[in-house]
């Protein structure tokens, strides 16, 4: 799996007079993070081998920081370990074929001079802030470059969850149509969707909450300004979500509600239209039978009456069932 994927997908430091560097991948396979000179962000594919084999052997992390950033399932947490935090969120899956996987995490291991990120696939949080240190302007610290990825990794879920409300709302006035017509598939996907992203949602609430509530020395005030903001809309999305579900939920009630209608009103008919053949069935059953003693059998005027008859008797059952009220 990892013979085309890079161990290093971005790698930079920051010198004492401020200037960025851009590492690659021999620079770093032989050092531990204590020998990167200034201040390192790593961001590193998980499922490369030799970015595994260098976080396991080379780069002096201990090992439960090394499991948190290798680990295949996750939830959201943040966690103070040592000098440094074991900071997991989860961000919507933009990659291409992400049906199946909507939500992935970026692991974090940071401290004032390291920054390690892990991810198994392309993360956008993580490009933005390249941009930002290929520009030469990185995040001042490492608790700013925490709270940027958790900006961009929160903020870029509202226009995801803002879609599915307005496809919950486009369902919605399908079913004000008199004859509604939603695929089981539509109203599928928005709650798959919807379920995919709330189930992150309560984890990733709480771990926002320790970055709010920490006094560690890593995060500044204006760090924890940006967490509260970014915990406010965690909890709009929270809400929003909440909707969606309980609208989604309420739909699907709806549609199972007219189709049951429909059927009933198709066996309704079916029962009138036997009711009425019925006594039709039994009397051309019952002058069907080849016996002697048979009326009309010598009468040319016979079968006339008979049809005559049963014309009479279908349209009299037809009448009485309308004056019952069994016909609207």
Known sequence: ????????????????????????????????????????????????????????????????????????ETRPRAVEHNEGWLINLRGINFNEGAQD?????????VTEQV?????????????????????GSPPATHGDAVSFLAERLIFRM???????EDRVDELDEVLA?????????????????????RRF????????????ETEHALFSKLNHK??????????????????????AQMIQEQIAEIRAEDMNQRLFVLSIVSAVFLPLG???????????????????FAFLILCLGLLGLGAGTFWLFRKLGWMG
């Open 101 to 109: 996987n909507f939500m992935i995490a970026l692991r974090t291991w």
């Open 158 to 164: 509202e226009p995801v969850v803002l879609a599915l």
């Open 282 to 300: 039994f009397l051309t059953g019952l002058f069907g039978v080849n016996v002697a003693g048979m009326p009309g059998t010598h009468s040319p």
């Open 226 to 247: 940006r967490f509260r903001d970014i915990l406010n809309v965690q909890q709009r999305i929270s809400e929003d979500l909440e909707s969606i579900r309980d609208r």
């Open 1 to 72: 799996m990892s013979l085309h994927r890079n161990p290093l997908i971005f790698g930079y430091v920051i010198s004492a007079n401020g200037s960025v560097q851009p590492v690659d991948w021999q620079a770093v396979k032989n050092k531990g993070v204590d020998e990167l000179n200034g201040r390192v962000w790593l961001h590193l594919d998980r499922l490369n081998e030799e970015a595994l084999s260098w976080l396991r052997n080379t780069s002096k992390l201990d090992d439960f920081v090394v499991d948190a950033l290798t680990r295949e």
């Open 115 to 135: 920054l390690i990120t892990t991810r198994a696939m392309k993360i956008r949080a993580a490009e933005d802030m390249s941009k930002l240190y290929d520009a």
């Open 201 to 212: 949602m309560s984890p990733q609430k709480e771990a926002l909450m320790q970055l709010v």
């Open 177 to 197: 149509n008199e004859k509604p017509s939603i695929r089981k598939s539509e109203l599928a996907t928005a709650r798959r969707h919807a379920i995919a992203i």
